[in-house]
């Protein structure tokens, strides 16, 4: 059951910040379509990570931050763009 309840409480956290996620990659990208994959990319390695829905939301957004620069990066770099 406890991972029952890890798996919800991370969902719930992803979701949260779905929309911002995008934002920031579509600020990065400047591109509809990159910025979900990138976006997307993104919150799937977050959600991967056993301890985040253990984070503050503050330390879940900077690590998230984090993670859009780099999936920005490399989704940009395999469209044959430069951000």
């Given at each position: 059951?406890?991972?029952?309840?890890?798996?919800?409480?991370?969902?719930?956290?992803?979701?949260?910040?779905?929309?911002?996620?995008?934002?920031?990659?579509?600020?990065?990208?400047?591109?509809?379509?990159?910025?979900?994959?990138?976006?997307?990319?993104?919150l799937?390695?977050?959600?991967?990570?056993?301890?985040?829905?253990?984070?503050?939301p503050?330390?879940?957004?900077?690590?998230?931050?984090?993670?859009?620069?780099?999936?920005?990066?490399?989704?940009?770099?395999?469209?044959?763009?430069?951000?």
């Open positions: 059951m406890q991972a029952a309840v890890s798996l919800d409480q991370t969902v719930e956290a992803l979701r949260e910040l779905e929309i911002w996620s995008y934002q920031l990659a579509f600020y990065i990208l400047q591109d509809e379509r990159l910025a979900a994959e990138a976006g997307e990319q993104a799937l390695a977050m959600g991967r990570e056993q301890a985040f829905h253990l984070q503050s503050a330390e879940r957004r900077e690590q998230v931050k984090k993670m859009i620069m780099r999936k920005a990066l490399i989704v940009s770099a395999s469209s044959g763009r430069r951000s």
